[in-house]
């Protein structure tokens, strides 16, 4: 069976490593996310009221952390400048999936993230999870959180495997 005839690239362009960053850092945050909808929010869910609203509450703190901030703005601010450069080169092979992966992200994930998952948890956050009232809050807030967490997580799956085939081609053509 012969080998293929694979080289590799002894430098790599600025946009190529922008879009590797962007596609990494979707990658990052499906696994992330995925976890959560998966895992993470089953077992809270399993646990009474009081203790899964006191866990998410220390998981919102928690979290944010210069290394969450990092991949998770870090990417969306790379991907806001691949849909510039794939709208400004529009005419350049691969233009269409840049502009899908980049967009995804910036729409699926980090809006979703902006628009439904983050004021969910701010409004956890002023829950008292020692109240009796907190338990309708609690469940409503795991179905409806771990639901906008699964559009997340498919959106970050989607925009990474655009990009990596804008990555595919372009290692195809050298």
Known sequence: MDEPNVTMPTSMDLPTAV???AALGC???AGLFFIFSNTVMRALGRLPARYGTEAMQA???????PL???VFLGTAVACLGLVVASLMQW?????ALLLAGAALYLVGCFGVTAAFNVPMNNALDRVDASDAAAEPVWRDYLVRWTQWNHVRTVACIGAMAFL???LYGQGAAA
Do not use: A, D, R
Request: glycine residues 8%; without cysteine.
């Open 27 to 29: 990658g990052v945050n």
């Open 164 to 166: 990596m085939l804008w």
């Open 91 to 95: 005419s350049e092979p691969g233009s």
């Open 68 to 70: 969450f901030f990092v």
């Open 19 to 21: 879009v590797l960053f």
């Open 59 to 65: 998981i919102n703190e928690v979290i944010q952390n």
